[in-house]
């Protein structure tokens, strides 16, 4: 017994010294605060706003979903896995400058969709359009930066940036909803959350990018943007599904059950990715940053580390949404208003799949350190096609909202466990190899 007690000890005192614990740490901490900003002042905007402004707000939110991955056709990603920090400065500058332009198509293509009454997107004003090109490019910038401080291991600061962020999100459509009516104050405050995250990650990058910005030229940008050729080639596709299976439901919720229900769907949505934006984000920057180191030196290592990140996943996910599946049908009300009942009872079953996604989700950076990245895209179509057609399927047989979510969520489970063979199999000792 001494012996085990002193292992036990000893356990304990790594952990509390083991850098990818303290970096985890540092990130959730941001991110908790952040979300606990958002989650304390839910209940009050779900008084201020009811399921129908949540719906098209969803819509917005759905849109910024699947367009925010493309904005710098995936170079952001490259960040991490740069040779050096000025390598790592050009895809930055060229990541913010790529866009632009890409930020402007998809303000177009929304303006389209909104026109022509595109998947119940004729709900949200013209307007829209352009409040939409301010909202992507901020997130497009704040995910490059968020990119270049976590291949500087500077998880303090994108911890502190998250905060901001959470600060806006969580005041701002409080008070625009004493001031306005409908549902633009949820969107003030999105836009406006997501600009001090910016502010505060570019504050203090200048600094150091000044120097590489001032030196930089177009033959040397080229050069680097086709050394990471297949960012914008393999991942950038891959990506695009990926969101797309994420944002496509909300929009057919709407267009086949009524804004209503997709706000219903939004809220749950929006609630149930709380502990993602805790856990997963924060394990997944980390993960990614160890994952790579791994690669390049000791490539048996890597699915040890897979491994014991996901066996800590399964436990923290299944700690988290069993509780939340059992008590939110009998608490929602209570909680965030009689209108939002039924939300309750969405947020139970939705649980499955976001016990499956919590896992998934951090370990899928592993692909980016294998020599088949393109691999992704075979379970990225089957989470796109499969759950999604569900939504229609279900709808033509005359199912109820409730019950067609049942089998949504749980083709959607299944579709995250085939998600994570493939991330094994991709990432055996023998496909390792960083993409460059």
């Known amino acids: 017994m001494p012996g085990v007690k002193k292992e036990y000890i000893d356990n304990l005192k790594a952990l509390r010294n083991s850098t990818f614990v303290t970096n985890v740490v540092k990130l959730a901490g941001g991110s908790a605060i952040g979300q606990a900003l958002v989650m304390l002042s839910t209940p009050l905007i779900t008084r201020l706003y009811g399921p129908a402004d949540m719906g098209v707000f969803g819509l917005f939110m759905s849109f910024i979903a699947f367009a925010s991955v493309g904005v710098a ?91 901001s962020q959470g600060a806006g999100r969580a005041i701002i459509p409080a008070v625009l909803g004493w001031i306005s009516s409908g549902w633009t104050g949820l969107l003030g405050g999105e ?15 200048w600094p150091e990018v000044r120097t590489t910005f001032a030196a930089l030229d177009v033959k040397h940008g080229a050069e ?19 969101a797309l299976a994420t944002s496509l439901p909300l929009p057919i919720i709407s267009s086949l059950f009524g804004v209503s229900a997709a706000g219903q ?79 309750g009872t969405l947020m139970a079953i939705q649980s499955l799949a976001c016990m499956t996604g919590l896992v998934v989700s951090p370990l899928s950076r592993a692909l980016a350190i294998s020599r088949n990245p393109e691999l992704k895209l075979l379970p990225d179509i089957v989470r796109l096609i499969v759950p999604v057609s569900s939504l229609w399927v279900c709808y033509h047989f005359g199912m109820t909202f409730l019950l067609t979510m049942v089998v949504f969520s749980l083709l959607t489970a299944i579709s995250e466990i085939f998600y994570m063979f493939i991330i094994w199999y991709a990432t055996a000792e023998q496909r390792h190899l960083p993409l460059h």
């Open 73 to 163: 056709l995936r170079y952001d990603l490259a960040i991490v896995a740069a040779r050096d920090k000025f390598e790592a400065d050009v895809l930055l500058i060229t990541s913010i400058a790529l866009a632009i332009p890409c930020v402007l198509i998809a303000s177009a293509v929304m303006f389209g969709m909104i026109h022509f009454s595109m998947l119940g997107f004729a709900a949200l004003p013209v307007w829209s359009a352009l409040a939409m090109f301010v909202a992507l490019l901020a997130t497009g910038v704040f995910s490059s930066l968020r990119f270049w401080y976590v291949g500087r291991k500077r998880f303090g600061e994108i911890s502190l940036a998250l905060v």
């Open 265 to 343: 769907y939004f809220l749950v949505y929006r609630l149930a990715s709380v502990p993602a934006a805790l856990i997963s984000a924060g394990v997944a920057d980390v993960f990614h940053s160890k994952i790579a180191e791994a690669a390049r030196g000791d490539k048996s290592s890597v699915h040890r580390i897979m491994k014991a990140a996901m066996q800590k996943l399964t436990v923290v996910s299944l700690g988290i949404y069993l509780p939340i599946a059992l008590v939110s049908p009998f608490l929602f009300a209570l909680v965030f208003g009689e209108s939002w009942q039924q939300a």
């Open 191 to 205: 836009i406006l959350g997501r600009m001090l995250g910016v502010v505060r990650l570019a504050r203090g990058a």
């Open 224 to 242: 680097v943007l086709r050394r990471y050729w297949k960012y914008p080639t393999v991942f950038l596709p891959s990506s695009m599904i990926d």
